[in-house]
């Protein structure tokens, strides 16, 4: 079959309708051609039909003279965007709203886990504001630093509420626990406030709640960090344990690679733990035991001391805490670290949450965050060494005595009666000292913990007052511990604390009912 031949005024035509075209069009398949691509289409269509043909070889060399600016200039822009991409900094971490902290909110309100896209939308608006030019101010108060906690940043004089997300039960189904963040106006050392632990333990949700909803952002000094539910799990069955059974607060700092119970442990110390200079858990008395409101700490630390003379009126005892315990894990990370016991687990008592909200507020006064100054009555002895008086039969134990009564080597603590027999027990003192924990009234075994009972020092032993402080980086020091035995001092470097040690076949709390159960 003969080839046909094109025209010379179609190949013209053709010509003068490519060099009018727009740097880029899109094909029957919607793909974008550029220019030069549609021109050289074009003029090797025309040399194919005829490639000796003169009219197709003079066509293609003005086609060919044609001056490709489109893509040029296509090609700079695409350079200059990936040049710019490769020049852009970080993305900034998603800025916390300031909000009122007393204020009743419903649970759709409160803060889910952290979303990529409402970080990508924020850096995006960020990244679009103009940087505004900063104003030339006299010299004022130091301001506050923002707090970056929890994938977010808080910025001074700014009071929030953040989530923290320990575990996740089903596939995209978290558990956001509330941790709510004043960040003062001015600068000052980072205090964390901890509770329920052990969920059955009320009045420290209480006591961090009456404490952070009364703090001005505008006017603190530092910040405060307020978890009032950490163990979200038990609290929500009414029970100190963990659903797997397992004590979290025997479980710090804590395993990623561990039991449910040592995971929650590692994401709570790294995400919160870490970025405290100073840490306050709330506490209650374990298994129907109430506790006087006392200050557990290790008094060979002079940190935990030193935070041990800021809490006005408050029984002090001498505990360097149960392996596993959120207090023990941090004070050897290098933060010095008390524990506030107050009150019964399961039941609001008003006296012990009034005396806790008291002392913390006059210990945020002695750290200087807040200028507030409380009136406290008689100092409370510090206490060296306790004992515990056990029940030894079965049966319905009666009190004779009072938390904070004094007690002498021989008085009656209380009786034990066998509700079938009849028979009743006497339980006495064997030491002279207070009453700091006891068991509310209450049906117990041969050998339950009754009557725990303070025994003061001598009082060449009670070191002088100090000055209260909070380190400002705790981790990056080290600390000095002091031994009574040999009273030499011994530096040691503070490092993480290894993680608590697991046992992934063990079915029963990791604790016995007895004292170590009761401390923290």
């Known amino acids: 079959m003969p080839r046909r031949r094109l025209s010379l005024p179609v190949i013209i035509a053709l010509v003068c309708y490519a060099a009018y075209l727009p740097a880029e069009e899109s094909d029957e398949n919607g793909e974008p051609v ?4 549609v021109v050289n289409t074009q003029t090797d269509a025309a040399e194919q039909q005829d490639p000796e043909s003169p009219a197709a070889e003079s066509s293609a060399g003005e086609a060919t003279e044609q001056p490709p600016q489109e893509p040029q200039s296509n090609e700079r822009a695409a350079t200059g965007s990936n040049a710019d991409a490769s020049d852009q900094p970080e993305k900034p971490m998603p800025k916390a709203k300031s909000i009122e902290l007393d204020k009743p909110v419903s649970e759709k309100e409160l803060v889910a886990p952290p979303q990529a896209e409402a970080s990508e939308q924020q850096a995006a608006d960020a990244a679009a504001e103009p940087a505004a030019p900063a104003p030339q101010a006299e010299p004022e108060a130091p301001v506050g630093k923002p707090l970056q906690l929890l994938g977010s940043e808080v910025p001074p004089a700014t ?25 003062g106006a ?3 050392p980072t205090l964390c406030l901890t509770a329920a632990l052990h969920g059955d333990e009320l009045n420290g949700i209480e006591t961090v709640r009456r404490v952070m909803y009364n703090l001005n952002p505008q006017t603190l000094k530092g910040a405060v960090i307020g978890v009032p539910i950490v163990n979200l799990q038990g609290f929500h069955r009414g029970s100190r344990y963990l659903t797997d059974r397992r004590d979290l607060n025997r479980h710090f700092p804590g395993d990623k690679n561990g ?13 919160v733990v870490a970025h405290c200079n100073a840490i306050v858990d709330l506490h209650t008395g374990s298994f129907y035991r109430t506790n006087l409101p006392q200050l557990r700490g290790d008094l060979k630390n002079p940190k935990v001391v030193k935070l041990t003379k800021g809490f006005g009126s408050t029984v002090v005892l001498h505990s360097d805490g149960a392996k596993g315990t959120l207090r023990r894990a941090a004070v050897e990370a290098g933060i010095p670290t008390v524990t506030l ?5 399961m039941v609001l008592d008003e006296t012990s949450v009034s005396h806790s909200v008291k002392g913390i507020r006059t210990l945020l006064n002695q750290l200087g965050m807040v200028n507030k100054f409380r009136l406290w009555g008689d100092p409370e002895p510090v206490y060296y060494n306790s004992t515990w008086q056990r029940a030894t039969t079965g049966g319905i134990i009666f009190s004779k005595v009072q ?15 066998n509700p079938i027999t009849n028979v009743r027990k006497e339980i006495r003192s064997q030491h002279n000292g207070r009453i700091l924990g006891m068991a509310m009234n209450q049906v117990v075994q041969p050998g339950f913990a009754a009557y725990h009972i303070g025994i003061q020092a001598p009082e060449e032993q009670i070191p002088a007052p100090e000055d209260v402080t909070a380190e400002e980086a705790p981790a ?3 600390q000095s511990t002091q031994t009574e035995s040999a009273g030499q001092q011994e530096e040691t470097p503070v490092t993480s604390p290894e993680p608590a040690s697991d046992t992934p076949d063990e079915d029963a709390p990791t604790v016995d009912h007895d004292e170590q159960s009761e401390e923290d």
């Not at 550029?34 to 691509?37: A, G, I, K, M």
């Not at 039991?259 to 995400?271: G, H, M, T």
């Not at 938390?403 to 009786?415: N, Q, Y």
């Open 159 to 183: 009071s929030t509420r953040l989530a923290w997300s320990p575990s996740q039960h089903f596939e995209g189904v978290y558990s956001a626990t509330p941790v709510l963040v004043v960040n």
């Open 476 to 478: 990056a020091t080290e």
């Open 186 to 188: 001015e600068t000052g």
């Open 34 to 37: 550029e220019t030069t691509s």
């Open 259 to 271: 039991s449910s119970a040592s995971r929650i442990a590692r994401s709570f110390f790294d995400e």
């Open 341 to 345: 016991e107050a009150g019964a687990p």
């Open 403 to 417: 938390l904070g009564e004094f007690v002498s080597k021989g008085d009656l603590l209380g009786t034990v009666t």
